[in-house]
């Protein structure tokens, strides 16, 4: 145990006083932007110096809790708080592990709506502000938008990082980070787990795909920097993912450990340049990748694990001295060879600071306690870590007020504003990749009856919500009469017939796919229904690469996600209500010969074509 005569509270009102006295006498808000980075680094070392062990092993941990709120979960959730972390409350096991961070989910009960998460943030930033160390949370979620968002309405949803990339606009990712710091801080999250930095140089990544910008190293870079600057200047910490890059995988690093199989060379070339350019633009976090890369370890270890990948090509290579955080340690990715119990303290003696989700909490807390009392551990070691996470919650002005004020929320989420800069920034993605004999835009007066039929998958935020009745919907305010059919992932004949039969009386048949593969059943169901000669607009609601397995369809459009966001305006192109200007930010081989390139990247049609 270390001394412990000089409180915390005393060390940090110490710290801030004089400047914010100064701030004050001057008119503005209290900052510690003058203060010099060796000033400031000495009075965090005085904070770590008075902290005990346990509390600087609570410091690294970013785990889950349980419930909607920090003291009154619900029954449910505190005996799932019971079971995982031995405590009832989201409060407590911040109080009993002293923990730095927590993460949100859904399925843990913690994103109901934009005021319970404040209310939820400031419970918790209180346990932690009561605790003996006083040292505030960094809370943090992980909403990439598109694909992966776990905040839904009527906070503001954004395109998902292809449909940027389609839209190529470095000002539109800009001002999309920013909206989704300015909405994240006011719920009192204030480290995001985006943007995605892999370069998706594989249409088979079962992992990555639409979450990365797309296949171009140098358009991957210049988006990445703006989303690091939109978040940034907004007051929520950035997280560059997944180092040394995912891009070229085709096994999920949940359920498996990749091995990415580049020569140094060819990661020089395509898959460090994003990042380069987010630690050239500040990024405050970089989330490691479970996956070896044989070429900068040739050890089998996962990158998580690997001292030569993070000390020594991201923080001496790359010259990288930022919070280094793991992807989830519950990944199989990352447990397949060393275990739950190994796992946490082989990540830190690599080199990370902050160890997310683990999935035994209980476990993984004691096993680096152990490890530094025994001895594996340098306790220095640890607070290198310490040092450079306090340094960023000090950033973020957390020291000075970690909370978030709960009645400015619905002034700051999903406001007017927010929601028609994020649909114009969706309508310059939407890509039409295909338009023969000028289908598209579909004219209401002759085309008026649609059916609108296909996959309708579940928005990732809310399962009450799914894709084809958003689609449907958005055609019918845009004047159309449309009749919704969903015939699933896996349509059978019985499906596909009934689409047929359906399709007799329309005008113009929508039809939407979700990663098609060779022998998909959704195959069928397009050739089905361009053979009943009614027009046929395809709309790809996830994969750009689903074009590739269909032939003879008149028009298609890649959406890149199927949540509102995307597909009302896919509907608003499909009505001439707005203009295709997306440009395919992956290039989209033959299906039946990948070596031949049926569309190449930047393709993409115009109404004018």
Same mark, same amino acid.
């Given at each position: ?123 918790? /930033? ?16 992980? /909403? ?466």
């Amino acid at each position: 145990m270390h001394n412990r005569s000089l409180s915390r509270r005393t060390l940090i009102a110490a710290s801030t006083a004089t400047v914010a006295t100064a701030a004050v006498a001057q008119g503005s808000t209290p900052s510690l932007a003058a203060e010099s980075p060796g000033s400031r680094d000495e009075r965090l070392k005085k904070l770590i110096s008075g902290m005990s062990l346990e509390e600087k092993v609570g410091q690294v941990f970013v785990p889950f809790v349980c419930g909607p709120s920090a003291t009154e979960p619900g029954e449910e959730a505190a005996e799932a708080n019971r079971y995982l972390l031995g405590v009832s409350t989201g409060a407590e096991a911040v109080a009993k592990y002293h923990l730095g961070g927590v993460i949100y989910f859904v399925w843990s009960g913690n994103l109901r709506n934009p005021r319970q998460i404040a209310g939820l943030s400031n419970g918790l /930033q209180r346990a932690a502000l009561e605790a003996p160390a006083r040292l505030p949370l960094l809370i943090s979620v992980d /909403q990439e938008y598109g694909a992966n968002v776990r905040i839904g309405a009527p906070a503001t949803q954004l395109p998902a990082a292809m449909a940027l990339g389609a839209g190529g606009s470095v000002r539109d990712a800009r001002s999309a980070a920013r909206i989704a710091a300015t909405e994240l801080a006011a719920m009192g999250i204030r480290q995001n787990y985006a943007p995605v930095a892999d370069v998706n140089v594989n249409p088979a990544n079962p992992i990555i795909n639409v979450r990365a910008f797309g296949a171009d190293p140098r358009a991957a870079s210049r988006m990445v920097t703006a989303q690091v600057e939109g978040y940034q200047r907004a007051g929520v910490s950035a997280v560059a993912k997944h180092f040394p890059g995912h891009g070229d995988t085709t096994v999920d690093s949940h359920f498996g450990l990749p091995v990415i199989t580049h020569t140094r060379e060819e990661w020089q070339r395509i898959d460090a340049p994003p990042f380069r350019a987010a630690i050239a633009a500040g990024i405050d976090s970089i989330m490691t990748a479970h996956l070896q890369m044989p070429a900068l370890d040739p050890s089998d270890d996962p990158a998580t694990l690997s001292h030569p990948i993070i000390t020594g090509v991201l923080r001496r290579e790359l010259g990288y001295d930022g919070v280094v955080v793991t992807d989830a340690l519950n990944m199989k990715g990352v447990l397949l060879k060393y275990g739950e119990e190994r796992v946490p303290v082989l990540a830190l003696k690599a080199g990370v600071d902050q160890l997310l989700y683990p999935n035994n909490l209980p476990l993984a807390w004691n096993a680096v306690l152990k490890a530094v009392k025994d001895g594996e551990l340098a306790e220095s070691r640890l607070d290198e870590s310490i040092l450079r996470i306090l340094r960023l919650k000090d950033k973020l002005g957390l020291f000075r007020n970690p909370y978030t004020d709960t009645e400015q929320v619905d002034c700051r989420v999903g406001t007017r504003g927010h929601l028609a800069t994020a649909d114009r920034i969706a309508e310059r993605t939407t890509t039409l990749l295909v338009n023969k004999g000028g289908l598209l835009p579909l004219n209401r007066r002759r085309q008026k009856n649609l059916l609108v039929v296909g996959a309708n998958e579940k928005f990732p935020h809310d399962e009450s919500l799914s894709s084809l009745p958003t689609l449907a919907d958005a055609l019918t305010e845009l004047r159309f009469t449309t009749t919704a059919l969903p015939t699933g992932l896996t349509p059978d004949t019985s499906r596909i017939d009934a689409a047929v039969a359906a399709s007799r009386d329309k005008d113009a048949i929508v039809v939407l796919t979700h990663d098609i593969a060779a022998d998909d059943g959704q195959r069928t169901l397009v050739r089905r229904l361009i053979e009943t000669g009614v027009p046929v607009v395809h709309v790809a609601a996830r994969n750009p690469y689903d074009i590739a397995h269909l032939d003879g369809v008149e028009a298609s459009l890649a959406a890149y996600c199927w949540t509102t966001v995307e597909l009302r305006a896919a509907a608003r192109v499909i009505a001439g209500r707005a203009e295709p200007r997306g440009e395919l930010p992956v290039p989209v081989q033959r299906a039946d010969d990948p070596a031949r390139v049926l569309f190449p990247l930047g393709h993409g049609l115009s109404y004018d074509d």
